[in-house]
Nanobody, 123 residues
């Protein structure tokens, strides 16, 4: 499956962004989907995941209550709503397709990756 992420940009602290990820070339509704991020000089880290049917969601502790992952299987899209953004959220954000309908939080649980979209939060 091919993934194309978009929606990143520059926003002030406290602001919001909505990231989108369009999937093609696979059976989207069979994949759990995830978002990861990588800040400069840091390793890629888990942000959120959603099961193939959308009934299960899991978040990294630092984004709980601020970020929301969702998906539209009819449109082959997954989204990440980012609210109450903080400077420490600055990173390239990647969408990824899981190797199953309910992947774990590890990058190795995801077989396909998008190109990333940069989120920059100014203080």
């Amino acid at each position: 499956v091919q993934l194309q992420a978009s929606g990143g940009g520059l926003v002030q602290a406290g602001g919001s962004l909505r990231l989108s990820c369009a999937a093609s070339g696979g059976t989207f509704s069979s994949y759990g989907m995830g978002w990861f991020r990588q800040a400069p000089g840091s390793e890629r880290e888990f942000v959120a995941l959603i099961s193939s049917g959308g009934g299960y969601r899991n978040y990294e502790d630092s984004v709980k209550g601020r970020f929301t992952i969702s998906r539209d299987n009819a449109k082959n899209m997954v989204f990440l709503q980012l609210n109450s953004l903080k400077p420490e959220d600055t990173a390239v954000h990647y969408c990824a397709a899981g190797s199953s309908g309910l992947p774990g939080r590890r990058a190795s649980d995801f077989g396909s990756w998008g190109q990333g979209t940069l989120v920059t939060v100014s203080s």
